[in-house]
């Protein structure tokens, strides 16, 4: 690689991040059925009808995944607990395993040097709190909160920073408007509600954590580049309405207690009674922002279609395995206007970037230089970020290990280390050596 820690400030933190549903395997250790799990037995929701029970084996094999971050030279690990595994009805007694497992697994990696990066919410909902609702029910807030206080009772001693919900479009909008995640609905007001509630629980979450003395506190968001089609107004319009649901409606509900008028135009109507008042609960200060970025996607507009109207698709330049287009500059637009307007003077980290590729094992080895082409241009806007002054900590790439990609299943592979689906055997791809390397140089 061209760049290496060298480039970056001191205390910037290199890390690689995972999460439970992907990589741990939900037949162990105790841990309830999640909507994931039934989504995934759903005929059609999921390629080849693949689930999460096994996933990596990571419950069994994280000493060795630990290991592979330490020997790469990260400084972090960005890791989620399983709301399931913790409590497998979403409510009620504590699993004393998963408990258990996290509590080893936070020590191993103290003892290795490692900061712990926790995010308490990456997608796997138990089903007993999906059957009454989910992120539809506004009680959602409260077991969330309860959620998050009994893993920061065990573990919230000793991680250095803690997230509350990964990736809110994905919990809403993704999963109940367009359905390609679970539950699978494609319901406006399911979503309308289900926006908001994501942030509220976010919000009460923060407000409870920080009255019982933690700190270090974030929310990540991600983001992807809205461009029009064409340089028509109805296309710019068409992606103003789009970015306004994917890239502002979160981190501005947040930052400044409104949401954008672009998708309350077509929201407003189906949003919970009553939600005016309840944005003060969803703007609590935070720490720190998460910036999850990997792709652009270019809107027209589609007239005569139900709202938001817009019809979108990839651009024309080359793309990863997954069909997203490879876009740096698209987080140099998000992190700029982040700095300038939406979040200023807000500590960043770059929780998630990263791409999928069609790796293949040769021996004991995977060539993937495209992957390190798009590390390091992706680590160049982050360079350029903060020679601009921007206040960002940290880089994380997504993921360390190929493993579960929710809707498609074991097909896309994201990681820095190949993971054999049949033997579960760690290969790490030429990217991750590239990686070490620049680590490694000073």
């Not at 309830?32 to 094999?61: I, K, M, Q």
């Not at 893993?151 to 990964?166: K, L, P, Q």
């Not at 367009?178 to 007001?189: Q, Y």
Request: glycine share 10%.
């Amino acid at each position: 690689m061209r760049l290496s820690r060298s480039d970056f400030p001191a205390g910037f933190q290199f890390g690689a991040a995972t999460s439970a549903y992907q990589i741990e395997g939900t037949r162990f250790g105790g841990t309830g059925t999640s909507h994931w799990d039934t989504f995934s037995a759903t005929p059609g929701n999921v390629l080849n009808g693949e689930n999460g029970a096994t996933a990596c084996d990571h419950y069994h094999r994280w000493e060795q995944d630990l290991d592979l971050i330490r020997d790469a030279g990260f400084d972090a690990y960005r890791f989620s607990t399983s709301w399931a595994r913790i409590l497998p009805e979403g409510r009620g007694t504590p699993n004393a395993e998963g408990l258990d497992f996290y509590d080893r697994l936070v020590d191993g990696m103290l003892a290795r040097g490692l900061k712990p990066f926790l995010t308490l919410y990456h997608w796997d909902l138990p089903s007993d709190l999906a059957m009454r609702g989910g992120w539809t029910n506004p009680d959602i807030a409260g077991w969330f909160t309860d959620y998050a206080r009994v893993v920061m009772g065990r573990i919230g001693d000793r991680v250095a920073t803690t997230a509350t919900i990964n990736e809110p479009w994905c919990v809403s909008w993704l999963s109940h408007f367009l359905g390609a995640h679970a539950p699978g609905l494609r319901d406006i007001r399911a979503a309308a509600h289900a926006m908001h509630h994501v942030l509220l629980a976010h919000g009460d979450t923060v407000a409870a954590l920080r009255a019982d003395g933690y700190r270090n506190l974030g929310l990540v968001t991600n983001f992807e580049y809205c461009g029009p089609m064409s340089d028509t107004p109805a296309d710019h319009a068409a992606a103003a309405r789009e970015d306004a649901i994917y890239n502002r409606w979160f981190v501005e509900g947040v930052s400044s207690g409104k949401y954008p008028e672009e998708a309350l135009a077509g929201l407003r109507q189906w949003m919970p009674k009553g939600w005016e008042q309840e944005m003060g609960r969803v703007s609590q200060s935070i720490d720190w922002l998460g910036v999850n970025y990997y792709t652009r996607r270019l809107y027209a507009d589609a007239p005569g279609a139900l709202w938001p109207s817009t019809t979108g698709g990839p651009g024309p330049l080359p793309k990863t395995s997954m069909d997203w287009e490879i876009y740096p500059e698209g987080l140099e637009f998000i992190l700029t206007r982040l700095a300038t307007k939406q979040a200023p003077g807000l500590p960043i980290y770059i929780t998630e970037n990263g791409m999928s590729w069609r790796d293949e094992l040769r021996g004991n080895r995977v060539e993937d230089p495209v992957r390190i082409d798009f590390m390091e241009r992706h680590l160049d806007v982050v360079k350029r970020r903060i020679a601009a002054g921007d206040d960002i900590r940290g880089f994380f790439y997504w993921s360390l290990l190929d493993n579960y990609e929710w809707a498609f299943g074991y097909d896309r592979r994201f990681g820095l280390v190949y993971v054999d689906m049949d033997s579960l055997e760690r290969h790490p791809k030429a990217s991750y050596h590239a990686l070490a390397t620049a680590l490694a140089t000073r």
